[in-house]
């Protein structure tokens, strides 16, 4: 899996969690005065990408991003193009369309209010996924962009539990008493009947119990403006159907009790969210009035199994939503990602794709360009490649006025001892080809040495456009061949049979 991360800012401890097993990891991110422009780290390769200050900060950003990966040599096959943050969109949308859309685009939506203007996604009207570090986030991502929102994926992460803050501070409302939240998402069951109920039954051995109801969907407007009419509605937090995210944080935090409108209580984000948070869980779903305000009585007065309880989850949920535990979410979302895109919607759900089901046949994908380097002799290589059509027009057309004298080129390193970073060779050399060649013999003047080798186009002035990178090759030290003490083998004459 090759993966390219995109941000305007990047921690590197979380880039290091998700190279940790074993992918191919570009970050590519801003640069600044006096640092370089490639920088390898254990496992993964971070680029810094100079761009243009001032003005559409995005876009150039998102010049500046293909420009580092095409003076790289880091060419644009990636398997996932992941946009951090808001400015890097139209860098992912730019390198993704460069790469024949064959990429997965993801997007980390962090934002509110003015942050969460869209710069775009440059060529892309939208990414095939949206990643949330909090559930609350997702709702209103998925409130914001409407039903072509997409897949939204949640990825809890303690960091995104406490990046926001309720900015709104206490308000002024009159003391009441302990408040249960019920957290409906957009495919919550409906159980409004249920919590109207279960709240009313609750109160009468709990006086005092108010609550709160949060979610988007029309039908729990009309559960909170029921429960303000028993006097069942909480003042401090049950004065808008969709808060901001701190506002949530602080709510949930707070609150006596969480309600939960999904028939898994363990796996869903919000009730995962509420236990780090602090807050008992309960579930909505599937209960009779009885059992909801059961429930709700014994997370009010069973004071010490709801702290037990409410420890364990969350010392359970610390471990997953850890850096490393959100970079194997992250991962693990990646490879679904990717298998949809690859064998269709129905491999998310499980099902197997039959042979001669598809009406329209799917063409055969074309080969991309490669570059083989293999020794023959101590101070002989033999260099194999292919051009795609494709790849040869782009280079030209990112030579612009140098285009017209421009030649194919395989330029060689040599990297004899040394950890390659693309910078750090001994030498370099260049092997003028020509587009009809497959194939050629180069002689090279040392024996025993270890040679990188890229397939390139060369402007007249010396511009090089990178097209693919072969893998180093080892050539042989020259030397004696082995003594070799001969064997002999005794015969004897075969006897004459009487």
């Known amino acids: 899996m090759r993966i390219a991360l995109i941000g305007w800012d990047l921690d590197r401890a979380a880039v290091s969690a998700i190279a940790r097993p074993g992918v191919d990891l570009v970050a590519l991110t801003r640069w600044f005065p006096d640092e370089a422009e490639r920088e390898a780290h254990p496992g993964w390769l971070e680029v810094r990408c100079p761009h243009e200050i001032g003005g559409d900060e995005p876009t150039s950003f998102g010049v500046g991003v293909v420009r580092a990966a095409s003076n790289a040599g880091l060419s644009y096959d990636f398997d996932v193009i992941h946009a951090l943050d808001p400015k890097a969109r139209p860098a992912a949308g730019e390198l993704a369309t460069r790469g024949g859309g064959r990429a997965v685009v993801i997007a980390s939506d962090r934002a509110e209010g003015e942050e ?61 008493g302990s408040c249960a939240v019920f957290v409906m998402s957009h495919d919550a069951r ?152 690859r064998n269709g919607p129905e491999a998310g759900d499980g099902r197997i794709r039959r042979a001669g089901t598809g009406s329209t046949p799917i063409a055969f994908p074309e080969l991309r360009s490669r570059l083989a380097l293999t020794p023959i002799s101590s101070r002989e290589a033999e260099a194999s490649w292919t051009v795609r059509p494709d790849d040869w027009r782009s280079a030209l057309e990112w030579l612009g006025p140098e285009a017209p004298r421009a030649v194919l080129t395989i330029r060689l390193f040599d990297v004899t001892d040394t950890a390659f970073d693309g910078l750090n060779a001994h030498n370099t050399s260049d092997v003028d080809v020509s587009l009809s060649e497959t194939h050629r013999t180069i002689a090279l003047p040392f024996d025993g040495r270890s040679i990188a080798a890229c397939l390139g186009v060369r402007s007249r002035w010396g511009y090089f456009h990178p097209l693919t990178h072969a893998r180093i090759c080892h050539l042989p030290r020259e030397g004696h061949a082995p003594a070799i003490h001969p064997r002999r083998l005794r015969v004897a004459p075969r006897r004459p049979v009487v």
């Not at 949206?130 to 939204?152: S, V």
């Not at 808008?240 to 709510?251: D, K, M, Q, V």
């Not at 909801?292 to 359970?316: G, K, T």
């Open 190 to 341: 409906r159980c409004s009947r249920t919590i109207l109920d279960g709240v009313k039954s609750a109160r009468e051995k709990s006086p005092g119990l108010v609550a709160a109801v949060f979610g988007a969907d029309p039908r729990w407007d009309r559960l909170r403006r029921r429960l303000k009419g028993e006097g069942l509605l909480s003042t401090e937090w049950g004065g808008t159907r969709l808060p901001a995210i701190g506002r949530w944080n602080a709510a949930v935090s707070e609150a006596a009790v969480v309600g939960v409108g999904s028939t898994n209580a363990i796996d869903d984000p919000v009730a995962r969210a509420a236990c780090l948070l602090g807050a008992p869980v309960i579930r909505v779903a599937g209960r009779t009035p009885e059992s909801l305000a059961r429930d709700i009585l014994d997370a009010l007065f069973d004071r010490d199994r709801r702290e037990e309880d409410v420890r364990l989850a969350s010392a359970v949920e610390a471990r997953s939503s850890d850096p490393e535990g959100v970079a194997l979410q992250w991962l693990r979302s990646y490879m679904r990602l990717i298998d949809a895109r």
């Open 116 to 176: 969460a203007e869209n710069p775009g996604f440059g060529p892309l009207s939208a990414p095939d996924a949206w990643f949330c570090d909090h559930p609350w986030g997702a709702e209103r991502l998925r409130t914001r962009i409407g039903p072509n929102a997409g897949r939204i994926v949640t990825v809890l992460s303690q960091e995104g539990l406490a990046h926001w803050l309720d900015r709104e501070g206490p308000r002024d409302a009159p003391e009441e």
